[in-house]
């Protein structure tokens, strides 16, 4: 429903949606307990999987998928080749990691429920800047210290969005905050938290990371979208 809604307002040129594959990742390479925590997807969702699969080809849009690459890494690959192209990208996605990707050009569209319905909140890089506080890129930065529990990504033990929100508010980035670390105008309780954390907070950050540069053969004419479903 909210595919059919955006399409009828945004009636977008090109078109293509990403999923993930059950297959490791680079990120579970780095860290085995990547994604550890998560419990497997109910039965009768996972059922539906493929027929939505199915349905997006029915109506001729592109299902792109690849073992080894997360869907958030798809994602930030095409909003990257579309905005070199010239194009103005939306990215739709529940998944709040997109918001280290708004650009001017690129745009991430997250879909909220509520009681009254649906409603879709919008973020351009300024809108990230007003919101959270912090760039699309610290973004990054502050979840390499507060972590994501979704994720299973640690971050700095003992540092939560808050206290990582306003370090990278005053700091910038993680490599700042290190390089620094003995001179810091910060409570001595979170700088012995931080220099605890630095390996997992160094490793956290590359975890958080979307890869944009993901190895994806497709051509912008693959993803052309003529409303004929």
Do not use: W
């Not at 009768?44 to 699969?53: A, D, K, Y």
């Not at 300024?126 to 971050?155: C, H, Q, R």
């Amino acid at each position: 429903s909210v595919l059919l809604r955006l399409l009828e307002q945004d009636k977008p040129e090109y078109l293509a949606v990403a999923f993930d594959c059950s297959a490791p990742t680079f990120r579970h390479e780095k860290y085995s307990e990547y994604k550890g925590n998560r419990k497997p997807m109910d039965p009768e969702l996972r059922q539906q999987v493929p027929m939505i699969q199915e349905l997006l080809e029915a109506m001729n849009i592109p299902v792109i998928k690849r073992e080894g690459i997360e869907g958030d890494d798809i994602l930030g690959t095409l909003s990257r080749v579309g905005e070199k192209a010239g194009m103005e990208v939306t990215i739709v996605s529940g998944d709040r990691d997109t918001l280290q990707l708004p650009t001017d050009k690129i745009k991430v569209s997250i879909p909220r429920t509520k009681k009254t319905g649906t409603i879709i909140e919008n973020y351009y890089s300024k809108d990230v800047m007003d919101v959270i506080g912090v760039t699309p890129i610290e973004f990054i930065d502050v979840k390499a210290l507060m972590g994501d529990s979704s994720d299973n990504i640690p971050g700095v033990k003992g540092i939560g969005e808050k206290t990582a929100t306003e370090l990278i508010k005053s700091y910038r980035t993680i490599d700042k905050i290190y390089s620094g670390i003995e001179t810091l105008d910060i409570k001595d309780s979170v700088k012995a938290k931080l220099i605890d954390g630095k390996a997992d907070a160094e490793m956290s950050y590359k975890l958080a990371t979307i890869d944009k540069n993901a190895p994806i053969e497709l051509c912008a004419e693959g993803c052309i979208f003529t409303g004929d479903y």
